[in-house]
């Protein structure tokens, strides 16, 4: 798999380790981190565009891929499209032509759900929508599941796409892929002020990192399933509100900030996971209380190391 060194992938990692599949992990430590990569693992120190990449998936040559490496921050993707779609479609082609060449049949994707479908009057919103992706990160992550879908009609194989949706939990770095919890726990953790953009009444579908763990693990198991299906909980939940949680779990009592709002930045995202349900047999189980818990109480442990 690739990206298995970073956040969601490194949790993806550990739940096909117990799930008893042999892993193999493509990652170029850009953001990943090598400790989170299990000794049960194997780990490839290699980039996506690195010529590299052909050896590595002809040696290994998988039953399954499963791509969850991509350029994930919105800001930059803004600042630096070229660099996003560097990474994250002419990166997927590099695997994908890897695949071919490897004879691999089967790859899993993971997608964007807010970033592709922008803001929609449609919620929860549900895959057939119309895509309006309204940033570079949106548009090259939806140009990769166009690419997967023309490997799959071109080599007989077959390709899942998860479009997931606002992910969060332990081994976020509130620095790197920047989600808004992570940033917001590791701020009131040490004493500092958050800032909400704009009036904080902006909502997200916040899914748990355990979850989408589960549901790829699903994916992987599902030899048959194909095609897009969206991952989240179909819950809305606020800034401000999010906000208000975590001040209380952490046992702080002042308010947020407010700064000026995003320009361009989506006013509302929540996503239906019907298909997941009927396809894969998947639906979240972490509330978000829960969930909330778990990661502050990450986030305090590393503060203690």
């Given at each position: 798999?690739?990206?298995?060194?970073?956040?969601?992938?490194?949790?993806?990692?550990?739940?096909?380790?117990?799930?008893?599949?042999?892993?193999?992990?493509?990652?170029?430590?850009?953001?990943?981190?090598?400790?989170?990569?299990?000794?049960?693992?194997?780990?490839?120190?290699?980039?996506?565009?690195?010529?590299?990449?052909?050896?590595?998936?002809?040696?290994?040559?998988?039953?399954?891929?499963?791509?969850?490496?991509?350029?994930?921050?919105?800001?930059?993707?803004?600042g630096d499209p070229h660099?996003?779609?560097?990474?994250?479609?002419?990166?997927?082609?590099?695997?994908?032509?890897?695949?071919?060449?490897?004879?691999?049949?089967?790859?899993?994707?993971?997608?964007?759900?807010?970033?592709?479908?922008?803001?929609?009057?449609?919620?929860?919103?549900?895959?057939?929508?119309?895509?309006?992706?309204?940033?570079?990160?949106?548009?090259?992550?939806?140009?990769?599941?166009?690419?997967?879908?023309?490997?799959?009609?071109?080599?007989?194989?077959?390709?899942?796409?998860?479009?997931?949706?606002?992910?969060?939990?332990?081994?976020?770095?509130?620095?790197g892929e920047a989600g808004?919890?992570?940033?917001f726990t590791s701020r009131?953790?040490?004493?500092?002020?958050?800032?909400?953009?704009?009036?904080?009444?902006?909502?997200?579908?916040?899914?748990?990192?355990?979850?989408?763990?589960?549901?790829?693990?699903?994916?992987?198991?599902?030899?048959?399933?194909?095609?897009?299906?969206?991952?989240?909980?179909?819950?809305?939940?606020?800034?401000?509100?999010?906000?208000?949680?975590?001040?209380?779990?952490?046992?702080?009592?002042?308010?947020?900030?407010?700064?000026?709002?995003?320009?361009?930045?989506?006013?509302?995202?929540?996503?239906?996971?019907?298909?997941?349900?009927?396809?894969?047999?998947?639906?979240?189980?972490?509330?978000?209380?829960?969930?909330?818990?778990?990661?502050?109480?990450?986030?305090?442990?590393?503060?203690?190391?």
């Amino acid at each position: 798999m690739t990206g298995g060194a970073g956040f969601i992938g490194s949790h993806v990692v550990d739940r096909l380790l117990a799930d008893g599949h042999s892993v193999e992990v493509v990652d170029n430590l850009a953001t990943g981190r090598r400790e989170r990569v299990p000794s049960a693992a194997r780990l490839h120190v290699c980039d996506l565009r690195d010529v590299r990449l052909d050896a590595v998936v002809a040696a290994v040559r998988p039953e399954i891929v499963v791509h969850v490496a991509a350029q994930a921050a919105v800001s930059r993707s803004v600042g630096d499209p070229h660099f996003d779609a560097s990474v994250n479609v002419l990166g997927t082609i590099a695997l994908l032509e890897a695949c071919r060449r490897a004879g691999v049949r089967r790859a899993v994707y993971t997608s964007t759900g807010g970033a592709a479908y922008g803001d929609t009057s449609v919620l929860p919103t549900p895959e057939d929508h119309p895509l309006r992706p309204a940033s570079p990160y949106g548009v090259s992550k939806v140009t990769a599941e166009r690419y997967l879908e023309c490997w799959a009609g071109l080599t007989g194989g077959r390709g899942l796409t998860l479009r997931l949706a606002n992910v969060y939990g332990p081994r976020q770095d509130p620095a790197g892929e920047a989600g808004v919890i992570a940033i917001f726990t590791s701020r009131l953790l040490a004493g500092a002020s958050c800032v909400v953009n704009g009036d904080g009444e902006q909502t997200r579908d916040y899914v748990y990192v355990g979850d989408v763990a589960d549901a790829v693990a699903r994916a992987v198991a599902s030899a048959d399933a194909t095609g897009i299906a969206n991952i989240g909980t179909g819950a809305e939940t606020t800034v401000n509100e999010l906000y208000r949680r975590l001040a209380r779990l952490i046992g702080v009592n002042r308010g947020a900030e407010h700064g000026p709002a995003k320009p361009g930045e989506q006013r509302r995202s929540l996503l239906d996971a019907a298909r997941a349900r009927s396809l894969l047999g998947w639906r979240p189980s972490t509330p978000l209380d829960e969930g909330l818990t778990q990661t502050v109480a990450w986030f305090r442990k590393e503060v203690r190391a």
